[in-house]
Protein backbone atom coordinates (compact mmCIF):
# COMPACT_ATOMS: atom_id res chain seq x y z
CA UNK A 1 0.00 0.00 0.00
CA UNK A 2 1.25 3.48 -0.54
CA UNK A 3 2.63 4.92 2.28
CA UNK A 4 1.38 8.64 3.77
CA UNK A 5 4.21 11.08 3.88
CA UNK A 6 3.48 14.27 6.31
CA UNK A 7 4.79 17.05 4.60
CA UNK A 8 3.63 19.40 7.34
CA UNK A 9 5.19 17.97 10.74
CA UNK A 10 8.82 18.42 9.87
CA UNK A 11 8.12 21.96 9.10
CA UNK A 12 6.15 23.09 11.89
CA UNK A 13 7.98 20.40 14.50
CA UNK A 14 10.91 22.64 15.23
CA UNK A 15 9.87 26.03 14.44
CA UNK A 16 10.84 28.46 17.04
CA UNK A 17 8.50 30.72 16.37
CA UNK A 18 4.96 28.73 17.16
CA UNK A 19 3.64 27.42 20.09
CA UNK A 20 2.10 24.19 20.45
CA UNK A 21 -1.55 25.62 19.64
CA UNK A 22 -0.03 27.83 16.48
CA UNK A 23 1.63 24.75 14.98
CA UNK A 24 -1.76 22.30 15.74
CA UNK A 25 -3.75 25.43 13.83
CA UNK A 26 -1.07 25.24 10.81
CA UNK A 27 -1.25 21.31 10.99
CA UNK A 28 -5.32 20.96 10.54
CA UNK A 29 -5.33 24.26 7.90
CA UNK A 30 -2.70 22.46 5.74
CA UNK A 31 -4.65 19.33 6.13
CA UNK A 32 -7.82 20.77 5.15
CA UNK A 33 -6.90 23.03 2.23
CA UNK A 34 -7.94 21.13 -0.33
CA UNK A 35 -4.61 22.24 -2.51
CA UNK A 36 -1.35 24.67 -2.11
CA UNK A 37 -3.53 27.45 -3.83
CA UNK A 38 -6.09 26.99 -0.85
CA UNK A 39 -3.98 26.97 1.65
CA UNK A 40 -2.07 30.17 0.13
CA UNK A 41 -5.04 31.93 0.60
CA UNK A 42 -5.41 31.25 4.39
CA UNK A 43 -1.79 31.34 4.77
CA UNK A 44 -1.78 35.08 3.56
CA UNK A 45 -3.93 36.14 6.03
CA UNK A 46 -1.49 35.01 9.02
CA UNK A 47 1.92 36.50 10.35
CA UNK A 48 4.42 33.81 9.95
CA UNK A 49 8.04 33.99 10.02
CA UNK A 50 9.35 34.27 6.11
CA UNK A 51 9.99 31.00 4.50
CA UNK A 52 7.08 29.46 6.56
CA UNK A 53 4.63 30.28 4.45
CA UNK A 54 6.47 29.29 1.17
CA UNK A 55 7.95 26.03 2.80
CA UNK A 56 4.51 24.74 3.09
CA UNK A 57 3.13 25.91 0.11
CA UNK A 58 6.13 23.69 -1.36
CA UNK A 59 4.92 21.22 0.88
CA UNK A 60 1.33 21.43 0.01
CA UNK A 61 2.30 20.53 -3.51
CA UNK A 62 4.25 17.29 -2.95
CA UNK A 63 1.89 14.07 -3.08
CA UNK A 64 0.65 13.32 -0.33
CA UNK A 65 1.57 9.33 -0.66
CA UNK A 66 4.47 7.68 -2.01
CA UNK A 67 4.07 4.37 -4.55
CA UNK A 68 5.36 1.67 -2.92
CA UNK A 69 6.07 -1.58 -4.96
CA UNK A 70 2.98 -3.16 -5.25
CA UNK A 71 1.34 0.22 -6.58
CA UNK A 72 3.98 0.58 -9.04
CA UNK A 73 3.80 -2.96 -10.70
CA UNK A 74 -0.21 -2.46 -10.43
CA UNK A 75 0.66 0.58 -12.37
CA UNK A 76 2.90 -1.18 -14.73
CA UNK A 77 0.12 -3.78 -15.78
CA UNK A 78 -2.10 -1.10 -16.71
CA UNK A 79 0.24 0.44 -18.60
CA UNK A 80 0.85 -2.60 -20.36
CA UNK A 81 -2.68 -3.56 -20.83
CA UNK A 82 -2.55 -0.30 -22.86
CA UNK A 83 -0.22 -2.21 -25.45
CA UNK A 84 -1.52 -3.01 -28.63
CA UNK A 85 -2.10 -7.00 -28.26
CA UNK A 86 0.07 -7.54 -31.52
CA UNK A 87 3.47 -6.14 -29.73
CA UNK A 88 2.34 -7.88 -26.40
CA UNK A 89 2.36 -11.34 -28.55
CA UNK A 90 5.60 -10.44 -30.27
CA UNK A 91 6.88 -9.64 -26.90
CA UNK A 92 5.58 -13.33 -25.27
CA UNK A 93 7.43 -14.87 -28.08
CA UNK A 94 10.48 -13.63 -26.59
CA UNK A 95 10.45 -13.63 -23.04
CA UNK A 96 13.59 -12.62 -21.99
CA UNK A 97 13.22 -9.54 -24.10
CA UNK A 98 9.83 -8.91 -22.61
CA UNK A 99 11.66 -9.18 -19.24
CA UNK A 100 14.31 -6.43 -19.86
CA UNK A 101 11.49 -4.26 -20.73
CA UNK A 102 9.77 -4.94 -17.87
CA UNK A 103 12.56 -3.83 -15.50
CA UNK A 104 13.59 -0.50 -17.56
CA UNK A 105 9.63 0.24 -17.43
CA UNK A 106 10.28 -0.65 -13.53
CA UNK A 107 13.24 1.69 -13.28
CA UNK A 108 12.01 4.65 -14.67
CA UNK A 109 8.56 4.46 -12.86
CA UNK A 110 11.08 4.20 -9.38
CA UNK A 111 13.05 7.10 -11.11
CA UNK A 112 10.10 9.41 -11.54
CA UNK A 113 8.72 8.59 -8.27
CA UNK A 114 11.42 9.98 -6.26
Known sequence: MSKFTDHAAPLLKNEPSLDDSQR??????????ADANELAGHLSELSLRGNLKGDLIRAKRKPATEPDDLDRAVALIHRMAAID???????????????????EANSAGKERGK
Do not use: R
Not at 24 to 33: E, I, R, Y
Not at 92 to 99: D, I, N, R, S
Open 85 to 103: SKVLDTAEKHPHVLGHMVD
Open 24 to 33: ADLWSLFHQS
